[in-house]
């Protein structure tokens, strides 16, 4: 059997993909417009070294198997795409065509994989984990994210929206959901490069405060607000959420950062922004999740060494619990997993787009990593394997809760 029939039959296919070998060989569909080519003997190693999505994902970040065309549309042709439900003769295969390659594994891992050091979650450890993924390049995410640099899940208006117009609705539904009123205070914990800090400040007229363990989207943010003449009202730290001093803010919006706090610590992080608001005052909670409260909370493989280490997606009635039992009652809760997939298809064809300008900033290994972690992402919230949920509590005052009979938003 040839190699390329041998990584057909490995990874499987429901769609017409072609497969070629560093051989010569050919499998599959020809001219499909999809191809998924083993450029080199070390693919097989990543393979054979690390069966399953790591392995897979090591040999494409390293460029050693390749995957041309759409990256979503061979992720969602592969039925199989784990070697680890390889039939035992397919397996035997690939090891008889490693060891004729004289190539054993290890093999050397790309420069880009991570793996941290320290106590998980201490603060030290966590800034180590926030500047593997956001600092690296405020001129990548520009051309990824648009112009709203807003990386986290949009809210669509409509079907046709654009991204931009769903940023700016994803952040006008947070401060109608929050309640914000002009002279108010915000707390914006894990902000970003400030795109709900700024909206804030600009349309609504309210004291903004972010914080952010990115150094990186601290100074791009500052920047933006200084353009747009909100210094008075707006303004970005880099700082750990922890580390806020200031106390008694109208609201709380915490937008993709719970999925970096890890299921043993939020009780304690539910607790400090309980601490932040004043009696009356709000917390919106945007955030990635399983989509029950069975599933193992860490991230792992793939995502854990090249895209959020250390992140734990837990389940959305976990979430809920937790914030319930910190001090908030919970006053209203949503899923906007299809929002996501939406996002996620803009950021993939900003990426195409800006392809080798991305290449040439942040290095073709980075570059791998974000094209799949992106095109699987869309995938994973396609399938329902992974949910966005925002669920806004309040500090009582007492037994009043200061919300309308009926959601305003």
């Keep these: 059997m040839r190699l390329a029939e041998i990584i057909e039959r490995a990874v499987g296919r429901d769609a017409p993909l072609e497969f070629t070998g560093y051989d010569g060989s050919h499998a599959g569909d020809h001219g499909a417009p999809v191809r998924i080519s083993i450029r080199s003997p070390l693919a097989l190693s990543h393979l054979a070294s690390a069966p399953g999505e790591l392995g897979l994902a090591r040999a494409y970040i390293s460029g050693t198997l390749d995957i041309v065309g759409d990256m979503y549309t061979a992720l969602a042709s592969m039925a199989a795409a784990t070697l ?48 593997h993924h956001y600092d690296v390049s405020n001129r990548f995410y520009e051309w990824v994210l648009g112009p709203s640099m807003a990386y986290t899940c949009a809210v669509y208006p409509t079907d046709d929206a654009s991204l931009e117009e769903a940023q700016w609705t994803k952040h006008d539904l947070v401060a109608r959901k929050l309640g914000l009123e002009p002279g108010q205070r915000l707390l914006d914990v894990g902000c970003g490069w400030g795109g709900m800090v700024i909206h804030a400040a600009r349309h609504y007229g309210v004291r903004a405060l972010g914080v952010t363990l990115s150094r990186k989207q601290a100074e791009w943010g500052q920047k933006k607000i200084a353009e747009a003449g909100l210094t008075e009202l707006a303004e970005i730290r880099h700082l750990d959420y922890r580390d806020v001093e200031e106390s008694g803010f109208d609201a709380v919006s915490s937008i993709g950062l719970t999925e970096h706090i890890g299921r043993a610590a939020l009780p304690a992080y539910v607790r400090s922004l309980h601490d932040k608001l004043r009696p009356g005052g709000r917390l919106l909670n945007h955030c990635i999740t399983r989509p029950d409260n069975s599933q193992r909370a860490r991230v792992g493989g793939f995502f854990d060494r090249y895209v959020f ?71 994973g919230f396609e399938r329902n394997n992974i949910q966005l949920h925002q669920v806004l509590a309040v500090r009582l005052n007492g037994t009043n809760a200061n919300m309308p009979l009926r959601p305003t938003w």
Excluded at 317 to 343: C, M, P, Q, W
Excluded at 351 to 370: F, Q, S
């Design 84 to 131: 680890e439900t390889v039939p035992a003769k397919v397996r035997a295969e690939l090891a008889l065509r490693l060891g004729a390659s004289r190539l054993w594994w290890p093999v050397q891992r790309p420069a880009v994989e991570q793996r941290l050091r320290g106590r998980r979650h201490s603060k030290a450890r966590d800034q180590a984990a926030i500047a």
């Design 309 to 379: 280490p250390d992140g734990e997606l837990l389940g959305p009635g976990h979430i809920v619990s937790a914030i319930h039992d910190n001090g908030f009652e919970v006053r209203h809760e949503e899923n906007l997993r299809e929002h996501y997939a939406k996002t996620l298809t803009a950021w993939c064809a900003n990426l195409d787009t800006h392809w080798d300008e991305a290449v040439k900033e942040v290095g073709e290994d980075r570059a791998r990593v974000w094209r799949l972690y992106m095109a699987g992402s869309r995938l």
